[in-house]
């Protein structure tokens, strides 16, 4: 699990090493990319060797709300 800030964007990453799969892209997947994408960021999957999930966001939605 990685959480890395750069510039105006927040990173997340957790990955493993095992197996990989390649989730079906239901609801709930749906319903994060649908939030991410609303706060200008985005969501990505990669289930080759082993499970990467990949979370990025700008960090200016909440310096806006927080007054930065």
Known sequence: ITL???GD???LV???DGHGFRPPEG????GMRERLAALGGSLEIDGGRGT???IDVPTT???AEAGG
Do not use: P
């Open 4 to 6: 890395r800030a750069d």
């Open 9 to 11: 964007r927040v990173r």
């Open 14 to 16: 957790i990955e493993d």
């Open 27 to 30: 609801t709930g997947l749906r």
């Open 52 to 54: 990467r999930l990949a």
């Open 61 to 63: 939605h909440w310096l």
